[in-house]
């Protein structure tokens, strides 16, 4: 899920309240290089008037003369862009792309104001469309469902499928959780200690008190779950890295210099992790972006999870930084 569906979503409502005909359009194949993936969403008003996307543009532009031409889609209808290498070119698919989208008319902005307010709340929803029928459902979806089409029924995923288990309430701690929602991450935030907890205050995370070990099991990390260890204490912050380096989690990075990350994996080799899990530790944690202040630390923090849940090399490392491997599960 991404964020801009949503506001796609919210866009399409307010135009809908308002009196005017909106559209839907969806993702539903790609072939070659589409530029954009299944599930990228956009809306379309009664004028032309659009927001979110399905392509470079063209597509779009298509879509936009459609409707001002006078097209008025009753029910959910397939289309395909570039069958061919000419209409491919026309329409802006590099290298041979295609494209197939579902077109739906909006009924009713119920669903939209459910579905918003359920996601609020950090739920995982799946929405359903058939495309016989056009009926919708909101079904309850779990972590790791993605976007699909069996050429009946379009299923896309709304909700954080993304989630964060941060340990340690401090300063930096609030930076992280407060990008990482912005970023549509699920966030935990886990410190036990009565001094720190009692002084939390980031809306929509969940704040827990357990040991971060326990915490790390309760959760069942996956691999769309990545934990930061950012207390400073060796205590606290070795509990959690030893059960989070042995779980499916795809990133697992821990606050520390170069030499006390090296001294942290010597601690880790005592206990009965592996020294592939091991290596699978990031530290010191983040890019080196020449970070000073709390918030620039945690713009380098984000900015490497990012980068690890796109596959995405990380060249802007200091020297000497271990840098684990990219986990081929992450999808």
Not at 301 to 329: D, F, T
Request: include cysteine; hydrophobic fraction near 45%.
């Amino acid at each position: 899920m991404d964020s801009l569906d949503l506001q796609v979503l919210q866009q399409a409502k307010q135009w809908f309240d308002g009196g005017r005909a909106v559209w839907l359009v969806t993702v539903i194949e790609t072939w070659g290089s589409a530029p954009r993936p299944p599930g990228a969403l956009l809306a379309m008003r009664d004028d032309g008037l659009v927001v979110g996307s399905v392509s470079g543009g063209c597509v779009e532009d298509d879509l936009i003369d459609r409707v001002r031409n006078g097209e008025r889609v009753g029910m959910p209808s397939l289309m395909t862009y570039g069958v061919t290498k000419e209409e491919a070119a026309r329409f802006g698919l590099p290298c041979g792309g295609n494209l197939r989208l579902v077109q739906e008319p909006l009924k009713s902005s119920e669903w939209i104001t459910e579905l918003l307010g359920r996601t609020s709340r950090h739920e995982i929803v799946v929405r359903t469309l058939n495309l016989e029928s056009g009926s919708i459902g909101l079904l309850p979806g779990a972590r790791g469902e993605a976007f699909d089409f069996d050429g009946s029924i379009v299923r896309t995923v709304y909700g954080p499928r993304w989630r964060l288990l941060i340990i340690g309430a401090g300063q930096l701690s609030r930076a992280v959780a407060e990008m990482a929602l912005a970023l549509d991450f699920e966030v935990v935030c886990c410190d036990p200690r009565e001094e720190y907890h009692l002084t939390w205050e980031v809306p929509n995370t969940t704040f827990s008190t357990a040991m971060p070990d326990d915490l790390v099991l309760e959760l069942q990390l996956d691999p769309h779950s990545a934990v930061v260890a950012l207390t400073h204490d060796p205590k606290l912050d070795d509990m959690v890295l030893l059960e989070a380096l042995k779980s499916p989690a795809f990133y697992v990075g821990a606050l520390g210099s170069r030499g006390n990350t090296a001294k942290r994996k010597e601690r880790m080799a005592i206990f009965d992790l592996t020294a592939q899990e091991i290596d699978r530790l990031h530290g010191p944690i983040g890019l080196d972006l020449g970070s000073k202040t709390p918030a620039e630390i945690a713009v380098s923090i984000v900015a490497e999870i990012v980068a690890v849940k796109n596959r995405v090399a990380l060249v802007q490392k200091k020297p000497g930084s271990a840098i684990a491997a990219l986990a081929s599960s992450v999808q």
